[in-house]
Each structure stands twice: as C-alpha cells, then as structure tokens.
C-alpha cells in the first residue's frame, strides 16, 4: 500500500508541477505577445508621427513655393532669361522660409537660376516633376541628393497671365534642425536621424 501510495503520491506532485510549469509557460508566451505587441504599436505609431511631421513639411514648402511662384517680375525675369534677376526676387522672399533650394525653370525646361548653386542653363526636362509642373501640375516629393541628402521639395508651375511661364522647385533640407525638432515635439524626445551608419541630425546638444 505504501509503495501505491508513493506512486500516487509523485504522481499527483508530477502533476501539479507540470500544471505550474504549463501556466507559467502560457504567461510567460502571454507577456511575450503583449511586448510585442507594444513594440508593433510603438513602431506603427512612430512611422505614423513621422509621416505626419513629412505631410506638414511637403504642405508647407508646397505653399512657400506657390507664394514664390506668384512674384511680381519673376515671369518676365524667367521668360527674359534674367538670371540676376530671378535670383535676387527669390532670395529676398526666401530668407524669411525654411526653403533651402530654390531652381527657376523657363518653359522648355532648362535651368534660368539656382539660389545655391551658379550653375544655369542646363536641361532639367527630364525630371517628372519639372513635365509635371510646365504642364500646370504642382507636386511634392522627397529625395536623395549629392547636395542635400533628405530633400523635401515642391514642383509648381509659374504663370504669365493664363500661360505657363516656367516652374519652380523649391527643397529644404530635412536634415535640419526644424525637422528634427518638430519630431521631438511631437513624441516629447530626444531624436536622431540616421542615414546608414552616419548619424545625420539629431537633437541632442
């Protein structure tokens, strides 16, 4: 009887620690999911902030661009091919904008002026954005560029009258300070942005 006893014994023990174990596994695989689930939430609502944060800033300079193309003088210095001209009207309204980079395009697409650059009088025809814009399309896009590595730009097309004259494209640098910056209000933390291993910007003084 002791030795069935003992059996039952162990067996009932047996069995009390394989149903802790398998409790403890289920909360354990339980506890797992709800990290996972938060880190999924976490990062689901971090790609969200920033696209927003993105949104703002393309609806931004895509308005800065507009109020640019609508300059007194500046048809008539990008018709006339006035490059002197065109440069000073834009950076006089510029300077109070976050818009870094500012090309003025004739009609037939070739390069009148650039605000960061002396280079003119090249073909930007090519570019999606620049057909778009000469055929009355206003755009936005974000890009990769030997200058400005995270570019916001906006293409918009200047009017002479009911005639479109030429276009603008307008680009800040999202790699400065107000970008990052606007990030960290939105999520109330310090943030860096990486492009591969090169730590770019980021709002730790």
Known sequence: MKS??????????????????????????????????????????????IEKVLVSHQNGILST??????????????????????RDLLNAF???????????????????????????????I???????????????????TELIKFSIRAAVPVYSGNKVAGMLICGMDALNPSFVDAVKDLYGSEVTIFIGDTREATTIK
């Open 94 to 124: 510029s300077k109070e904008t976050d818009v870094d980079v500012i090309v003025a395009v004739n009609n037939g697409g070739v390069v009148v002026t650039r605000t960061h650059d002396a280079k003119a009088g090249d073909s930007v």
């Open 4 to 49: 069935i006893k003992g059996k039952l014994i162990c067996a009932v023990i047996s069995l009390f620690v394989l149903s802790a174990a398998l409790v403890m596994a289920f909360a354990t695989v339980q506890f797992n999911r709800s990290i996972r689930q938060k880190i999924v939430e976490d990062v689901i609502f971090s790609g969200n902030g």
């Open 126 to 144: 090519g570019r999606q954005e620049v057909r778009d814009a000469l055929a009355g399309k206003a755009s936005t896009l974000i890009e990769s």
């Open 65 to 86: 661009a507009k109020a640019l193309a609508s300059l007194s003088g500046l048809p008539e210095a990008i018709t006339a091919g006035d490059r002197n001209k065109a």
